[in-house]
Each structure stands twice: as C-alpha cells, then as structure tokens.
C-alpha cells in the first residue's frame, strides 16, 4: 500500500463507441443491451446469489436517502475521494468509460466530466432504485451535472458477471462496490476482461487497515455516529452491516494480490481518508 499520489497522464486515443447497441423502448434507467447485440455475448445474469439478493435489497432500500447520508457521514468528503477515483483510471476525452456499482450515479457523473461530449460511460448496479434515482439526477442536471459532460447510460447487471465484451472500456471506477461482491476475485477478473490492453481501474471502498488505532477509530465512528445518524432515517439496520462487512474485506495488500492473480499487470493500494478508505488502482497490459 502506498500513499495518495495526485498526478495522472491522460494520453489516450479517442475510440469510437459504435459497438455499443442500446435498447429505446424503456426510460433511460431501464434500458439493457439488445440481447441480439455482442454486448450480450456472455456472463448474463439472471439469478444472483443469496447474500447478493440481500445486498440488492439494502441498497434499494436506502435508495431514496443516500447521497443525503454520504454527505452527512463523511462531512462532504466522499466526492473528494470519488474526484481522485476518477483521476487514478485516467479516463480522458473522447474515451468509453464504465462505472461498476454505481448507485446514484456520483462517479458516472464524474466521468462523465472527464471523457467529455465526444465521450460515453455506463453506469451499471443490481439495485434499480439506486439506478431510477441515478437517471432523476441526471434528468434534472443538479448536482453540478454539466450539459457538456457524456453521454450517460444506466444498465442493471452483476458486477461478477458484466453483460458486456471483452476488451470494451478505456477506464473504469467502482466505488463501494468490491466489498460487497461474494468473490472479490471473480470481481476483479470481469473488470479486467471488459477493460481494453493499458486501462486502468480504481477501486475505492473502506479500507480494512491493519492499523489498530485507525481500525478503532473506524469501528467508533461507525457505531457511535453513523448508525446513530442512519436511525434518524430509520435505516439503523441497514447501516449496522458496515462494520462488520468492513472486517470480512480484503486488506490493502490483499486486493493488489487479487488484483494480480485477476491479471492485472500493476496494482497498488492507496490509503486516503486519513486511512480510514483506500483506492486499489490496476493497470491493465
């Protein structure tokens, strides 16, 4: 694991997005790949794991407060730390960008800002409400979501099985995401396989440190000001799975083995947030 380091090259070659075939018959939120398109050529999902169903109904659960709780919880700092995601994957102009787990659509947005309007990103997460709620603010461009900014589609599918082929995108983000997958290296292997050779993927999470004092602190904050603030919403519960999901994660060092035995030529953990959160950034080759 290492330190933040804030500088990234942004030299990449503009692609065209011609392979991607999207279906208009249903809203934005709604739409998935044309099953008669190579988009679908494998690893659909239909059924997902039992512990997964149950993470796909938190997440629609918490749908309708949560950016409102990222914001209160983390005093506004999730956004700094989702700004570095996006500069880590180095995704630049006129590039075809994917942002696994993406919930109410802050790191797409992000990207979105970084590929540009010659660019294209997809969204994609198990939980529609979080995807309904993802299209709503992009609809309503609040949320500092420049007209200028890419294209923007939303899919529903498994981050361990990606609905899309290989070698697809220049850059990809995951953002609180890879601890809740039931594997974290089949998770990683799909990132590699949809990214094209000398891609970059950054992973940002809470980071399962092996610092003691920082561990404590987490653990304190965690059960003395998030949960408490989360009853206010009435989502004690669903909060209360943080902590302990927080200790069954891979470590720093754990997720760039991962990372490598995914095939990932390069991967190196960053702590930030004061340790208390990491960013796993890949290259692929």
């Known amino acids: 694991m290492q330190s933040a380091n804030f500088s990234v090259a942004t030299q990449f070659k503009h692609l065209s997005f011609t392979n991607f075939a999207l279906s208009a018959s249903k809203p934005r939120a709604y739409r998935t790949f044309r099953r008669s398109t190579a988009f679908l050529c494998r690893n659909h999902v239909n059924t997902p794991k039992p512990v997964y169903q149950d993470r796909q109904k938190l997440f ?17 700092q999730h956004r700094i ?52 709620d993802a299209d709503v603010r992009q609809a309503s461009q609040a949320y500092g979501i420049r007209r200028h900014s890419a294209n923007i589609q939303w899919v529903q599918g498994d981050a361990m099985q990606l609905p899309f082929p290989d070698c697809s995108f220049d850059a990809a983000t995951m953002g609180y995401g890879l601890r809740n997958v039931p594997d974290v290296l089949q998770a990683l292997k799909e ?31 965690l059960e003395n000001i998030v949960v408490p603030a989360a009853r206010l919403y009435g989502l004690a519960e669903e909060y209360e799975y943080l902590r302990p999901s927080i200790k069954r994660f891979a470590t720093g060092k754990q997720q760039e083995k991962f990372a490598r035995q995914a095939g990932f030529v390069k991967a190196t953990h960053y702590e930030i947030g004061f340790g208390l959160m990491g960013t796993l950034v890949a290259s692929k080759q």
């Open 60 to 76: 629609n659960r918490i749908a309708p407060v949560y950016d409102q709780l990222n914001d209160v919880l983390s005093l506004g």
């Open 191 to 221: 990132l590699h396989r949809v990214l094209k050779p000398g891609a970059k993927v950054a992973v940002l999470d809470f980071n399962n440190t092996d610092d003691q004092f920082i561990d404590w602190f987490q653990g304190f904050s």
């Open 81 to 132: 730390w989702k700004r570095m995601a996006v500069k880590w994957c180095q995704a630049s102009a006129g590039q075809q960008a994917l942002d696994v787990c993406c919930g109410s659509g802050d790191l797409a947005f992000r990207l979105a800002e970084a590929v540009g309007p010659s660019g294209q990103v997809v969204g994609l997460d198990f939980a529609q409400e979080m995807l309904d």
